[in-house]
């Protein structure tokens, strides 16, 4: 959508690296006031979030090392979409991997762009419900190092207030599940 306004045209297109989750383009674009220059974007294939929600009305959360960032961040369980991949089934798939649960409800958020003044990636966010614990999880995968904890709305509005590191797309989802949590 473009609120009316005339988009910019697609001058060249470049792609400087291709990766296993994302890409790096640069692009250069003519202005509909006529300039030019260049914009350098990251394209994803998108990440879905579950929201886990237990009966008592406990957060499931993963706390995990981010390379990015050289810390562990707090986080909701979420995941990559793949290829021909639905946004749910990806979120179904890493809730059990990260958090050895399942959940039988589930609900969807909404959706948001995570970054994008360079970034074209979108998060899908769904409240999970209805939690069983996997008597056998599946294995995390080996690039990840999950600590899973289960607190409740006011803990993780604390540690977003008191400035603990909690990613953007946990706080944007928390949220919007506000309404869902009393």
Known sequence: MSLGRELPQLLKERLFYKG??????????RLPNKSEGEWECIRHPGGALALPVTSEGKLILVRQYRF???????EFPAGTVELNEEPLDTVKREIQEETGYSAKKWQKLGEFFL??????????????????????????????DIEVLIWSPEQLEKAILDGEFVDAKSIASFFLARSFLN
């Not at 296993?20 to 383009?25: I, L």
């Not at 990015?68 to 707090?74: E, P, Q």
């Open 20 to 29: 296993r989750k994302f890409n790096f383009e640069v692009n250069r674009l």
């Open 68 to 74: 990015a960032v050289g810390t562990r961040v707090l």
């Open 115 to 144: 970054a994008p003044g360079y970034s074209d990636e979108i998060i899908y966010a769904f409240l999970a419900q209805d939690l069983e614990k996997l008597e056998k999880p599946p294995a995390q995968d080996d690039d990840e």
